[in-house]
């Protein structure tokens, strides 16, 4: 990551300079007009240079939004996903650069616009990432329907996996294409938690939330330089419906902190909108950070240009996003869906804002070595990486060497079954520790190796940040040797070769001894018939084990068919793997006038 704006650094390096705590709040509220709970508070940015504008190309205030010229750029990321970014419905665009950990789909509705942008959009702050760079970076799929495309005029599509469907500007497939961010989902998750929590209760709050039905009701206590609010209901009104977002007595340059605790949350607002100045929400839109620490399921709906970046923790989580707009950072370390109302309009949006707010220090509580643990799945013979091998990953717990996966000791199983990609590849982000990986499917047409565990890994401080890896080879399952049965067709008197014949091969199925080619428990005809060739030959080949008879349906011209016209049975065994079996049938010539075709027979 670059580092933030010699803009926002200027103002840091000055508010220290002058002994307050909290950098931004410093720089535009004098500190003696600041309670002792600002002046003693510690304060930070979000983790890994998150949250404000990047690079040279910086604007001193983002213009509020609109679709005039493009006059500065932000080389930071606005949208970070840690899982999925599905786009369906009747979904617009996403400003600015968008960075997807798995896959980036886009099946839009039918009769809804083919296009979805990213980097540059025609209506937004017009703050995009610098020309030529990355727009939308992902560590698997981009999947684009059929009949749609995606927009990312003037900037890179950088992929780890396959890219399919229609990509307007520059694709690059990188297998490492996340790597420079896949710290992050852990760093938001780690955060999201610290600014919800402290010592596992809620983060004290220094004002109220209350749901009035049409509005809920941020009261702010004025002086602190973070204000905190602590919410555990639906920001919606007693029905479901959206309802206004309304912030009081929020002192000037003050960060505001909104946790959103629960599980299943769903916010439907009409506040916010278009025009800075007609709506009270839009002032606060750089300092205000919405954190669902908890969310699985979070809805984020209603009519309003939703105002303030958000930030969702539990990866996971999926968050459905229908609001006209969203205008600030959006950070999750889930999956998202930007979508469209099952009912109303589309065109919806994501617009890039910076987040400048000074928010709770994290990094005084030491945070658990973390790093990632892979497997690299490949053939035993050739090397090559095999996907769609299905792996467990295990902690080992119980302090007995070795695996262990039932019983009341059992080692600690860490998540699901992981599916090897492309690559290849399973990886976990974990804590230190030992841990093993156990194949539990292995690829089409390989054998699961036995043993089939692999490890123990050993991470740790001093390779948690390359991680560790362990290389597991299967070999392909044996294939049954295969058996073939040749014809060679003569003439009964000279023996000279006969092309023409034409045989079916039928193979023994119904217990019955000889062929039986109708009623009601035939025996089995195997593919199409063969015609012998110029030499006389014809064949039947890759025959499992079985007793087989041939049937000779035509003959040459000027033969006729035999009395009888069924030879065998011939059997391939087992214990002849890839025997070549070869049948000399011979014909005799017919008189002359009396043709020489033979009748099909029906035994």
């Known amino acids: 990551m670059k580092t933030i704006s010699r803009r926002l650094a200027g103002l840091r390096a000055r508010a220290r300079s002058a002994g307050v705590t909290c950098a931004v709040a410093a720089a535009t509220v004098p500190a003696v007009l600041l309670g002792p709970a600002a002046q003693e508070a510690a304060a930070a940015p979000l983790p890994g240079?998150?949250?404000p504008c990047v690079g040279d190309s910086c604007p001193d205030r983002h213009p509020g939004i609109n679709n005039g010229p493009i006059t500065h750029r932000d080389d930071g990321v606005n949208i970070f996903v840690g899982a999925d970014f599905l786009v369906r419905g009747r979904a617009a665009e996403a400003e600015g650069r968008v960075v997807v950990l798995d896959d980036f789909d886009m099946a839009k509705d039918t009769g809804a616009s083919a296009v979805y942008n990213v980097g540059v959009v025609g209506v937004g702050s017009r703050v995009p990432p610098p020309a030529g760079s990355d727009f939308l970076v992902t560590g698997g799929d981009v999947t684009v329907a059929t009949g749609q495309r995606l927009i990312a005029e003037g900037g890179v599509v950088r992929h780890a996996g396959t890219a399919t469907g229609t990509i307007e500007g520059t694709t690059v497939r990188d297998p490492r294409a996340t790597a420079p961010y896949r710290a992050l989902r852990d760093q938001l998750t780690d955060a999201s938690q610290c600014y919800a929590r402290v010592d596992g209760s809620p983060r004290p709050a220094t004002g109220t939330a209350v749901n009035q039905g049409g509005q809920t009701l941020f009261t702010g206590d004025g002086t602190s330089a973070l204000q905190v609010f602590n919410v555990d209901f639906d920001l919606t009104t007693a029905g479901g419906g959206q309802q206004g977002l309304v912030f009081r007595n929020i002192p000037?340059?003050?960060?505001i902190l909104v946790n959103v605790f629960g599980a299943n949350r769903v916010l439907s607002t009409y506040s916010g909108g278009i025009d800075d100045a007609t709506d009270p929400l839009n002032g606060y839109r750089e300092r205000l950070l919405w954190n669902f620490p908890d969310s699985t399921a979070l809805s984020l709906a209603g009519t309003g240009q939703f105002q303030g970046s958000v930030l969702v923790g539990a990866q996971e989580s999926r968050t459905t996003v229908t609001l006209p707009g969203i205008n600030g950072r959006f950070f999750t370390t889930g999956s998202l869906v930007h979508t469209s109302a099952a009912t109303g309009g589309g065109g919806q949006e994501f617009h890039a804002y910076p987040f400048t707010g000074d928010l709770p220090d994290c990094g005084s509580t030491p945070q658990p070595v973390r790093g990632e643990v892979r497997v690299v799945k490949r053939d035993a013979d050739s090397g090559a990486v095999l996907p769609g091998a299905r792996f467990e990953l295990w902690e080992e717990t119980n302090g007995v060497a070795g695996l262990?996966?039932?019983?009341?000791?059992?080692?600690?199983r860490v998540g699901g079954v992981c599916t090897t990609d492309a690559q290849g590849v399973c990886?976990?982000?974990?804590?230190?520790?030992?841990?093993?990986?156990?194949?539990?499917?292995?690829?089409?047409?390989?054998e699961l190796p036995d043993p089939a565990v692999f490890g123990p890994l050993e991470l740790n401080a001093s390779n948690a940040e390359r991680g560790v890896q362990v290389t597991a080879l299967n070999t392909r399952t044996p294939q049954p040797a295969r058996g073939s049965l040749w014809i060679h067709k003569t003439d009964a008197k000279n023996g000279e070769p006969l092309p023409g014949a034409v045989f079916e091969l039928w193979r023994e199925t119904n217990g019955v001894a000889g062929l039986q080619t109708g009623g009601a428990r035939p025996d089995t005809r195997q593919g199409a018939g063969c015609s012998t060739d110029e030499i006389g030959v014809c064949s039947f080949t890759e025959l499992p084990a079985g007793t087989y008879y041939l049937r000779e349906t035509a003959v040459?011209?000027?033969y006729v068919l035999p009395e009888d016209p069924v030879t065998g049975p011939y059997v391939l065994t087992e214990e002849n793997p890839g025997e070549e079996v070869v049948v000399e049938v011979a014909n005799q010539r017919g008189e002359?006038?009396?043709?020489?075709?033979?009748?099909?027979r029906t035994l």
């Open 592 to 600: 002359p006038g009396k043709g020489g075709k033979g009748r099909d």
């Open 556 to 558: 040459p011209e000027g």
């Open 404 to 412: 262990q996966v039932s019983g009341a000791g059992a080692d600690t």
């Open 49 to 51: 240079g998150l949250g």
């Open 252 to 255: 000037a340059g003050a960060t």
């Open 427 to 446: 990886a976990r982000t974990v804590e230190e520790g030992a841990y093993y990986w156990r194949e539990v499917g292995a690829p089409e047409g390989y």
